[in-house]
């Protein structure tokens, strides 16, 4: 059976669980991390784009899959520097992430965003895959594939924020198959 194919290593081994992106503290990043994506269906995919949503599993976080979805993306949303934050995506794997990372300044750009309404937050809003992460075309990955399709995420913690604890979310990919 065909199947899509998460890593942290060019053709490596399937992440088989969910990823912990460890702590940081307020004002500063987790450490970035890459993340390849391949598949093995026959022919290539298409539309392929990436979202946040709450998550629908077990639920492992401080307060509830709602309200650690909501935080996130409305850090994402803030106005003041001191509030803003949140789920940071960097695709410009080609151009060895030297694209500027998501900022209160610069929140989107053609190869970064940072998940907020509207950008990244829904399947509806779901932000499609660049040309910058090895698509041949934007939002389409080949089958196989070495190098595979790859971008960066990290997570950016508010200045002010006054609560301490895990926040969990999952980052989906949408995609269209024809066989």
Same mark, same amino acid.
């Given at each position: ?48 784009? $990436?979202? &946040?949503?709450?998550?629908?599993? =077990?639920y *492992?976080?401080?307060? @509830? ?29 080609l ?26 937050d ?6 499609? $895959?660049? &040309?910058?992460?090895?698509?041949? =075309?934007? *939002?389409?990955?080949? @089958? ?8 960066k995420v ?5 200045n ?17 198959y024809?066989?």
């Amino acid at each position: 059976m065909a199947e899509i194919i998460w890593s942290l290593t060019n053709a490596g081994p399937a992440i088989t669980e969910e990823y912990d992106h460890g702590s940081a503290t307020n004002g500063a990043s987790t450490p970035s991390k890459e993340f390849y994506l391949r598949h093995t269906y026959l022919n290539p995919i298409t539309n392929a784009s $990436l979202f &946040t949503r709450l998550v629908t599993g =077990t639920y *492992g976080g401080a307060k @509830n899959a709602q309200d650690d979805y909501d935080e996130i993306v409305g850090w994402g949303d803030e106005t003041d520097v001191d509030d803003f934050g949140g789920l940071a995506v960097n695709m410009d794997a080609l151009g060895s992430y030297a694209t500027a990372w998501p900022s209160y300044l610069v929140p989107t750009a053609t190869e970064a965003y940072m998940v907020a309404t509207g950008r990244g937050d829904s399947e509806l809003n779901a932000r499609v $895959l660049t &040309t910058q992460t090895g698509c041949p =075309t934007e *939002g389409q990955v080949l @089958n196989g594939g070495s190098p595979n399709v790859r971008f960066k995420v990290r997570f950016d913690i508010p200045n002010n924020e006054g609560v301490l604890g895990i926040r969990q979310v999952e980052q989906v990919l949408r995609y269209d198959y024809t066989s």
